[in-house]
């Protein structure tokens, strides 16, 4: 049975008995250490962080924090809430059973939580949580300003970082990002997107020895899997360009990704991206095709894998399908029709 929590022992002081459900409370349950509060009951109470901001009681509705064998809730009237102010250092009205609680979300971004207390004064927005809040984005909003005056507008907002702690922001760019969310114009390229829309295609070498046995020496293989596409949805041209000029290595981690298991379990295994490139449709070259079969190279075309697959797919489900009609035409006959149920 868990512990009671603070709520059930006051309840239970004031003559309630388990099978009573007090006012704003669920059902008495041990495994939630007695009472717990509704959620109406919870939006109803305001509380106070140690430095006087004020939280309504929505930010506590769902689920709470365990650390050093305390539930902080509000059960326990010390729910947690996120620090607005995200400082470097741990605030010294904290609740010292939190002192070594801290999260880095990154370098930049640390997070400490405060427990609260309720308290009767009127929730109000200044003086709250959340305006403490909104003032760090707003400070973000116009830092963001400054810091796209200094990239000369070269900076994409989604793809950047802001640090709470360090009130700093950090810049990134990963193409394959922008053709997911479609952008009509392309901040880091500075110029509006093609609307001429294609994909990412790549090959994959794989290479490996297969090892020999008896009389039978070890021999290298080598298969190249042509034709992969990358983008699950076609992409304006302009952002599949990108992807072949910047996104490489995402593509190289994506395919290592994949592989692991292969390249855990056999050393001598290589595997490389080759031929990658943006076209509005994959083709073939033949040529290249008979040259690395002519040098002892498995080629493998995704499309024909693909097909093959849909193909044997088709095939299943059609003798399934002839099978449930066999099973049925035979339980007719030795049945009959009146004898079947629904």
């Not at 907002?157 to 950090?170: A, D, M, V």
């Amino acid at each position: 049975m868990k512990e009671l929590n603070e709520l059930t022992r006051r309840l239970l002081a004031e003559g309630w008995s388990p099978e009573d459900t007090p006012p704003g409370t669920h059902p008495y349950k041990d495994y939630y250490g007695g009472w717990t509060y509704t959620g109406d009951a919870i939006r109803a109470m305001v509380w106070e962080t140690p430095c006087g901001l004020l939280a309504g009681g929505s930010h506590f509705l769902n689920g709470y924090m365990s650390y050093n064998g305390i539930d902080w809730r509000p059960e326990n009237g010390n729910p947690v809430i996120t620090c607005p102010v995200f400082p470097s250092e741990p605030c010294p009205l904290r609740d010292p059973c939190l002192n070594r609680e801290r999260y880095d979300l990154h370098s930049d971004d640390v997070i400490y939580q405060c427990s609260c207390h309720q308290t009767d004064r009127p929730y109000t927005y200044a003086g709250s949580v959340d305006e403490a809040h909104d003032r760090v984005w707003k400070e973000a909003d116009e830092l963001w300003e400054v810091f796209k005056a200094q990239h000369k507008g070269r900076v994409c907002r989604h793809q950047s970082h802001y640090g709470r702690t360090t009130k700093t922001w950090q810049a990134f760019y990963d193409p394959t990002d922008c053709a997911r969310m479609g952008c009509t114009y392309c901040d880091v390229l500075a110029k509006e997107t093609d609307q001429h829309k294609g994909n990412v295609f790549y090959d994959i070498r794989k290479s490996w020895t297969l090892k020999g046995e008896g009389l039978f020496p070890d021999q290298p293989r080598t298969v190249i899997e042509k034709g992969i596409k990358l983008l699950k949805r076609k992409a304006s041209m302009t952002i599949c360009e990108a992807i072949v000029k910047y996104g490489r290595h995402t593509i190289e981690d994506r395919v290592r990704l994949n592989h692991h298991h292969e390249l855990f379990f056999d050393k001598t295994l290589k595997i490389e991206v080759i031929n990658l490139r943006a076209a509005k449709v994959n083709t073939r070259d033949i040529k290249q095709d008979l040259q690395d079969i002519a040098n002892g190279i498995e080629v493998i075309h995704t499309i024909d894998s693909e097909k093959a697959a849909k193909e044997q797919k088709r095939a299943r489900r059609k003798a399934a399908k002839e099978q449930r009609i066999r099973k049925v035409e035979k339980m007719i006959l030795t049945q009959g029709w009146e004898e079947l149920d629904d």
